[in-house]
Nanobody
Framework: QVRLVESGGGLVQPGGSLRLSCAAS????????MGWYRQAPGKEREFVAS????????NYAEFVKGRFTISRDNAKNTVYLQMNSLKPEDTGVYYC?????WGQGTQVTVSS
C-alpha cells in the first residue's frame, strides 16, 4: 500500500523559510519521480516542483524558481521541499505526489 506523509508545514513570516518533508512507503522509492503541488484557498491544485527518481533532474514552476529547492534522499525514502523567501501568496496546503498517489498535505501559512 502506497503511503505518502507530508510534514514540516506551519506559520511563517514573509521572507522566512520552511522545509517540507514527504516520507514514502509501500513502493520502491528510488524507481519513481516525485512531485510537490499546492492548493491555495479557493484555487485549484497546482504544480510546484518535481524531481527524477535518482535526483538528477528537477523541474520548477516559474513562481518558485530561485526560492524553492526540491531534493530527495533515496536511502530515507523521503523527498524534501526547501522553501526560502516565502511570500503570502505561497500560503496553501502542500501535497506530495507519486503518479496518481497523493499525501494528505501539510498547511503552509505565510503571514505577518
Amino acid at each position: 500500500q502506497v503511503r505518502l506523509v507530508e510534514s514540516g508545514g506551519g506559520l511563517v513570516q514573509p521572507g522566512g523559510s520552511l522545509r517540507l518533508s514527504c516520507a514514502a512507503s509501500g513502493f520502491t522509492f528510488s524507481n519513481y519521480a516525485m512531485g510537490w503541488y499546492r492548493q491555495a484557498p479557493g484555487k485549484e491544485r497546482e504544480f510546484v516542483a518535481s524531481i527524477s527518481n535518482l535526483g538528477l533532474r528537477t523541474n520548477y514552476a516559474e513562481f518558485v524558481k530561485g526560492r524553492f529547492t526540491i531534493s530527495r534522499d533515496n536511502a530515507k525514502n523521503t523527498v524534501y521541499l526547501q522553501m526560502n523567501s516565502l511570500k503570502p501568496e505561497d500560503t496553501g496546503v502542500y501535497y506530495c505526489r507519486r503518479m496518481n498517489d497523493w499525501g494528505q498535505g501539510t498547511q503552509v501559512t505565510v503571514s505577518s
